[in-house]
Each structure stands twice: as structure tokens, then as C-alpha cells.
């Protein structure tokens, strides 16, 4: 007996998630009992510090610490910061989650997320920048599809394009993606901002994970999947 399709409902379910944790917490401005001006600033910071990473705390052992890079993955420093991670999931995630059945995304969206916050928080250990967002989680999601679907074609909108909304083979997309923030790595340093080092090792985790699990087997794209907006 065939079994039913179902789509995509990891992907789906962690957007929900975090849109809902977003919506809820303080960083949405939402929420009223946050409060406004220097009440809410300093709820956001309590925020942060409580579910995120903080590299020297998470390797200095502590259990509560140590879970922070699950409660991090769901959660989201502003709008902008949500929607731009959840677009790249809805784009990416749905093809990756058919290809690899819901339990088996799951599990490895999970651990690539941790596994990229974590290898961030080493090479930055004395750190006390916090992190939040499914960034890490999500380049692995990226790295996964580059590996399976690499001909897919994405509709991307590129700044030096003037954002017109145009369609590349995913290789491509991905490929210009992952070096910007080999660049935006460099560049960085280990001060504030956005936490690329974790984007790369994510990328890297999700397209070994993929070469090693699936190589060898032919992968087709679904006909009806293969287009999709994304913006490098």
C-alpha cells in the first residue's frame, strides 16, 4: 500500500514554533507585559541571555547551559532575523524533509543546529556574545540541498541585480550564499554581529551529512518542488 503524502511538517511545525516564540517574547515588541523603551531593552537582554549561547558559559560544563543551543534554535532577535531564517527554510526545507523522511530531518536539523552553535562557542570560547536563531540549523538544511538537489532551480534576488526576481540551478545560489559568508567570516572577527562561523560549519555538517548518507543514491526533485524564493 502507498503511503500518503503528508508534506512537509517538520519544516512546517518549526516554523510555527518559532514564529509563535517569537510573537510571545519580548523581542517581537508585542507582548505587553515586556513592557516599552528601557523596560522592554532590558526584558530583550534577560531574554537573550537566558535561551541563548553564551560560548563561555556553555563550555564551562554547566547542564542548563548546555542545553541552550536546542532553546537558541527557536529563537529570534527581531523580524527581520525570523523572516529572513524562516524563508529560507520554507524554500529549502520541504524538498530536504521529503528526501529524507520527517523523523530523519528532524533529528538532523536538531543536531546540526547544535552541533553549529557548539562549534561556533569553541573557536570563540572566551566570548560572552549571545546567540540566537536557526541560522546554524538552517545553513545545514542548505548544505544538504546543494548536495541533493543541485539542479533545482530557485527563484534568488540579488543585490547586484537590483532584486529582480530571477531563477538560478540551486548550485549556483547556494554556492554564491556559502561564499559570502566565508567572506562575512573573515571579516567579522569574534565581536559582535551576526555569527557566521556558525552558517559555514552548519553548510559543512549538512552537505557531509548528505554526501555520506546518500551518495551513490540518485536523487530526483519532485516536478512540482523545484522552484522556490530565496535571497542570498
Request: net charge positive.
Amino acid at each position: 500500500m502507498r503511503r500518503a503524502a503528508t508534506g512537509p511538517t517538520v519544516t512546517y511545525g518549526v516554523i510555527g514554533v518559532c514564529a509563535l516564540v517569537f510573537v510571545v517574547g519580548p523581542a517581537s515588541g508585542l507582548a505587553a507585559s515586556y513592557g516599552t523603551g528601557e523596560d522592554l531593552v532590558a526584558a530583550q537582554s534577560a531574554y537573550f541571555r537566558r535561551w541563548g549561547v553564551i560560548p563561555a558559559d556553555l563550555l564551562s560544563g554547566a547542564p542548563p547551559a548546555l542545553l541552550t543551543p536546542l532553546s537558541a534554535l527557536f529563537v529570534h532577535g527581531n523580524w527581520l532575523h525570523l523572516l529572513g531564517n524562516m524563508l529560507f527554510l520554507f524554500v529549502f526545507g520541504a524538498m530536504a524533509e521529503e528526501r529524507m523522511g520527517h523523523l530523519r530531518f528532524g533529528v538532523f536539523y536538531v543536531v546540526s543546529g547544535y552541533l553549529a552553535l557548539a562549534g561556533y562557542a569553541m573557536v570563540h570560547a572566551d566570548s560572552a556574545q549571545t546567540l540566537v536563531g536557526a541560522s546554524g540549523a538552517i545553513s545545514a538544511v542548505l548544505g544538504a540541498f546543494l548536495y541533493l538537489f543541485p539542479r533545482a532551480r530557485v527563484t534568488s534576488l540579488f543585490p547586484f541585480l537590483f532584486f529582480l526576481p530571477l531563477r538560478f540551478p540551486a548550485w549556483i545560489v547556494l554556492v554564491f550564499w556559502f561564499v559570502l559568508q566565508w567572506l562575512a567570516a573573515r571579516g567579522a572577527g569574534s565581536g559582535p554581529g551576526v555569527a557566521y562561523l556558525a552558517h559555514l560549519i552548519g553548510f559543512a555538517l549538512g552537505f557531509l551529512y548528505a554526501w555520506a548518507r546518500y551518495r551513490g543514491i540518485r536523487v530526483k526533485a519532485p516536478a512540482a518542488a523545484t522552484e522556490g524564493e530565496g535571497q542570498p
